[in-house]
């Protein structure tokens, strides 16, 4: 095994992609991974999902030989990433949150260079780069130089650079991050295919839905440690069969989702934000008795509408943080639609 004999991951080696143990990383006083430890399976699609300083893009550079931990394992495809790097790194492809495209290049000579760096033949990268870049939809577009590339372009051209060497293991850190809506949409058809062709992707967003649309399994992490991983089938069965609601008021005074909850106790009430709650049943919901407590408190019902439980809920509930900065950034870029 490529793992060796005598070390504590050995045996996981073989079945898994990446195998991480007690992995802690710290910049001065702060603790930015908390001795993390998970393991991502071969094929496997793998969500690393969490709010925007919660250790992600931390753990990307520590995966992909960027930082040296503090302590802790880490192993890609069997080998370890600190004394093993040249080896891990050949099996990996990246794209890194801040896209490094080199702008004053053409797309076809960002896939040369990309290729040469990895050490692939000259047919082999030629052959390569025609093949992706007219799958990505860029190659009418091959002589042009990077910088004449809208950002979802860019973001399209730094993954096809990233799979040039034909890597089992991609690294997607935030790759829809800031671009618009139909780019978003048409990385995430082709991150979807490469799946389905058998590469292993470990992923990184705080986008809820991309996330519950693309993974297999998700590790949620909050302030450097994780608080829960499991398949997205376990994360939502406990609230598949609930019914529910989202009320949104204008004027909702002081304590108005605490008073509901008392008036209410067969249902469950997850504030949403100052003026918006989720309220949940294991039976049908009758929002008229909702809607008149609300007004008699005093508050005004703006909406009252039928909503799927997501795992945006069963984030909330895990970690007790709500997404308003996830949802924001949702708004003002299109990237989580």
């Known amino acids: 095994m490529r793992c060796g004999a005598g070390t504590s991951l050995g045996d996981r080696c073989e079945m898994d992609a ?48 960027i930082l040296p931990p503090d302590s802790g394992q880490a192993r890609i495809n069997g080998y370890d990433i600190t004394r093993d790097e040249i080896a891990a790194k050949g099996a990996m492809g990246i794209v890194p949150e801040m896209a490094n495209v080199y702008i004053d290049l053409t797309a076809w000579g960002n896939m040369m260079l990309m ?43 730094l993954l096809a650079m990233a799979l040039v060497n034909a890597p089992q293991i991609l690294f997607l850190d935030e790759p829809t991050t800031g671009i618009d809506v139909s780019s978003a949409r048409q990385i995430r058809r082709l991150i979807a295919g490469l799946h389905s062709r058998g590469t292993t992707i470990f992923l990184t967003t705080h986008y809820i839905e991309e996330a519950e649309r693309l993974c297999q399994r998700i590790a949620f992490i909050v302030k450097g440690r994780i608080v829960e991983i499991n398949t997205l089938a376990e994360l939502l069965q406990p609230v598949q069969q609930k019914q529910a609601m989202l009320i949104s008021v204008s004027n909702p005074g002081d304590g108005l989702w605490g008073k509901l909850a008392a008036a209410f106790p067969d249902l469950e009430f997850h504030a949403v934000s100052s003026d918006q709650v989720h309220v949940e049943s294991a039976r049908p919901i009758g929002i008229g008795p909702l809607v008149r407590f609300i007004e008699s408190s005093g508050a005004e019902v703006m909406e009252a509408r039928r909503v799927r439980v997501s795992l945006e809920d069963v984030f909330v509930r895990i970690t007790g943080i709500e997404l308003d900065a996830m949802t924001k950034e949702k708004e003002k870029t299109g990237g989580g639609r």
């Open 115 to 157: 290729g040469e760096l990895y050490g692939v033949p000259r047919r082999v990268r030629r052959q390569r780069a025609q093949q992706l870049l007219t799958e990505f939809g860029l190659w009418e577009r091959r002589n042009d130089r990077a910088r004449t590339f809208s950002k979802g372009m860019r973001q399209r051209l």
């Open 18 to 65: 990446i195998v991480v143990e007690d992995l802690v990383k710290r910049y001065g006083r702060l603790t930015a991974l908390d001795g993390i430890s998970f393991t991502v399976h071969r094929g496997e699609f793998f969500g690393f999902l969490g709010p925007n300083g919660a250790g992600k893009t931390t753990t990307v550079r520590i995966l992909t030989g």
